[in-house]
């Protein structure tokens, strides 16, 4: 196996049949050992985290696909913490299309003049550019069409993937007496059918969930689900 | 007349027939002394550059009128330093629509990644709250209407009407051989009809002009327009 790069929270290698396969690590973003699902660095280790995260996923993943919906999940192995998954094609440099129920984290700092925290959105979807270094900025469909990342089809057609995949996820949570508030969702190209599909992890790392109006952290939140499945 | 508003770069008075006078001020935008029409604070004060922006913003607003834009310029008089405009009602509390022609400013600090400062965009819009104290957030179309901003339909129109006035304003600059960079635009409702109107000013202070690839400083920009015309 070939190591192809090293995340921060998951390590890609590739296999002998080109596949990848994704390692769970430790890892998870935020600042200062705060967890904060929308941080871009990593802020705190978890021991065992990167275990229970990929139980999640391949729980979601497992969901997504009996709802005929495309991934680039193949099959996972727990004990090793690996996910085997398709290779896919970014788009531009890799972007996040974030879908949002509950008004909170970088869309109050942005848009607080105009909304409470906590205030109800409909499904109000956004991408933003995966740079580090300018901090994730926000993009619209006319700039990423004018930079060469998508077509406007292609905008349409990731706000609607992503709405139909968040809604799927609120509604198995809503069974679990659980709220999602919001969840960043990565996509790409299949290599050889160039069908879009969802990529990278659905996880705690992804997603703010709370239960009676708590935010719940990332072993609360994946012990909620993965005890009652 | 009644003071209705200080401005960072105008101060606004409703005289006895409802109209509103526009007093041009001789602050502008930028930061420690140094001039920069992307700021959102008062940078420096350019003795005599009121009056001047005025008599740019009077050509400017002039040639839309003969081209048919609907604005909201009634007359001038530049011996008082005022516009006399109609009032409008603004979208939320005030949007800004930035048409680019070359990728430069804010647009590089979140897409350099992507982008050269100096690129050729085709007349791409964006819109901006205003909104000093979160530095004046980028919004989509999306945004814009879950925040009851305006409706989808409206923000086509912002669009259209931006790139239209931005192309004109170009084609005109072109003659005298100087490069709009890009300018940002504020819109408004007629009160009495609800059109969509241009409002605020058409000065030094809303947009970048190059001359053989160096930007104009405010009153070399506005000597070069108004000594040709």
Do not use: W
């Not at 619209?140 to 706000?159: C, D, K, R, W």
């Amino acid at each position: 196996m070939i190591l192809v790069k090293r995340g921060k929270t998951k390590d890609v290698y590739q296999n002998d049949n080109g596949m990848l396969q994704l390692l769970f690590k430790d890892d998870a973003t935020g600042a200062n050992g705060v967890f904060d699902p929308g941080a871009n660095t990593v802020g705190l280790t978890l021991p065992g985290i990167g275990k229970r995260n990929l139980e999640l996923s391949k729980y979601l993943f497992e969901l997504l696909r009996n709802n005929g919906i495309a991934t680039h999940y193949i099959d996972c192995d727990v004990d090793s913490s690996t996910m085997t998954v398709l290779p896919a094609t970014v788009f531009g440099h890799g972007v996040e299309v974030i879908c949002r129920f509950v008004a909170t984290g970088s869309f109050i700092r942005r848009y607080g003049d105009y909304v409470e925290d906590g205030a109800v959105l409909p499904a109000y979807v956004e991408i933003t550019l995966k740079d580090d270094e300018r901090n994730d900025p926000l993009i619209t469909q006319a700039g990423l069409q004018v930079l060469g990342i998508m077509s406007a089809e292609e905008y349409t057609n990731l706000v609607t993937k992503t709405q139909d995949i968040s809604k799927l996820i609120k509604a198995e949570f809503n069974n679990y007496g659980i709220d999602l508030l919001d969840i960043k969702l990565e996509f790409g190209k299949n290599q050889e059918t160039n069908e879009i599909m969802l990529i990278d992890e659905l996880s705690s790392g992804n997603m703010r969930v709370s239960e009676n109006g708590n935010v719940l952290k990332p072993f609360e939140l994946i012990d909620k689900v993965l005890s009652q499945v």
